[in-house]
């Protein structure tokens, strides 16, 4: 007679899930003028190899991995994700107002276009790596982002670069907690 298994469930609810960044307001999205320029540095903070879009993918596909598992890593690691999904928004906003396309493709000065691709992501199974691979990348961006801040001479956008690298800076501190966790990890 064969012996009846019980179905794999996950018990981790993400119902109430939220975003997790500042508490503070976003400054109204709008610019100076039209500028493809900065609409194309926008547009690697938007898609390139370091970007929301590519940290949006690693954070879900690192909750993915982890959702039967550690339920309250899960629920950080996809409170970042959706904090990164607004400033994904954000940087689209800008950059069609900027008079830039949003394709997924990065327009970098020196090394062409570039599309999106998912061999930008790191995909390890080892908790410790994700969480470091995830603070990297956050550290990445944010020195992106300054960068950016510095060849931009608009301050309605710069006001939101800043605002964004605020989440930025609050999601490491937050990773970094959780990986010094044992409730984490």
């Known amino acids: 007679m064969e012996e009846k298994r019980s179905p ?8 109430e899930v939220h975003p997790i960044m500042m508490d503070l307001p976003y400054p109204p999205t709008q610019v100076k003028e039209k500028n493809q320029v900065y609409a194309n540095l926008l547009s ?3 898609c390139g190899s370091v970007s929301e879009l590519s940290a949006i993918t690693q954070y879900i596909n690192h909750e993915n991995r982890l959702s039967c598992e550690k339920c309250p890593l899960v629920k950080l690691i996809l409170g970042i994700a959706m904090a990164e999904m607004i400033h994904l928004q954000k940087l689209g906003e800008l950059m069609f107002l900027l008079g830039g396309s949003i394709d997924f493709t990065a327009k970098y000065r020196d090394r062409g276009a570039k599309m999106w691709t998912p061999a930008y992501l790191d995909t390890s199974e080892n908790i410790r790596k994700m969480l470091t691979a995830d603070l990297e990348a956050e550290q990445a961006a944010i020195n992106q982002y300054r960068m950016h801040v510095k ?7 710069n006001a939101v670069l800043a605002r964004i690298i605020q989440d930025e800076e609050y999601h490491i501190m937050l ?4 990986s010094e966790s044992k409730n984490f990890i």
Not at 151 to 157: K, R, T
Not at 175 to 178: D, G, S, Y
């Open 44 to 46: 690697v903070d938007y």
């Open 151 to 157: 060849l931009i001479q608009d301050d309605y956008v």
């Open 8 to 15: 794999l469930v996950n018990t981790c609810s993400l119902a």
């Open 175 to 178: 990773l970094r907690k959780a």
